[in-house]
């Protein structure tokens, strides 16, 4: 019997969710999502909780670790993508692997956006995309100092107290 092979670009919520309806749609197939970072799909909009002490990586995950392994979905982490051959059915990661793919799906999300009206404000902002630039940003606030978080793409102003 083939088993369709899929690999999913993108470890959000697009990724995840398609590969939890691949894998109701079709138990035997060989479900892989590939990921340019370091966590499991992780909730980005929980980031601000850093700011308020709560520091530990697996607070922030949408799914345990063994979800993955009792959904039999693979994750590649830390293999940013950069080549998809779509004639030969194959993504190369970082590392030089290349998989083998029937199936594809792109879901690497947007791109940052600032409002016009607080583009006179952009000097002020740090941006974070991660968990880790969350931390980062964090770690360098002074004793005291708060934040300010705008927008789901998670833009934060740093305020002295």
Request: proline fraction near 4%; charge should be negative.
């Amino acid at each position: 019997m083939n088993r369709t092979r899929y690999i999913l670009i993108g470890n959000g919520a697009a990724g995840n969710r398609a590969a939890e309806v691949l894998r109701e749609r079709d138990p035997d197939g060989v479900i892989t999502i590939v990921s340019r970072g370091t966590l499991l799909q992780y909730r980005r909009d929980r980031l601000g909780d850093l700011f308020d002490g709560r520091e530990d990586w697996r607070d922030f995950l949408v799914h345990d670790p063994a979800f993955y392994a009792e959904k039999g979905i693979g994750i590649r982490r830390q293999s940013p993508v950069v080549k998809v051959d779509a004639d030969a059915g194959s993504v190369s990661v970082a590392n030089g692997e290349t998989v083998g793919f029937d199936k594809l799906l792109v879901a690497t999300g947007g791109e940052r956006f600032v409002p016009d009206d607080l583009l006179d404000f952009v000097d002020h902002c740090h941006f974070f995309d991660s968990y880790e630039e969350a931390m980062t940003l964090r770690r360098a606030l002074p004793d005291g100092g708060r934040v300010l978080i705008l927008g789901g793409d998670m833009a934060a102003i740093g305020l002295l107290p």
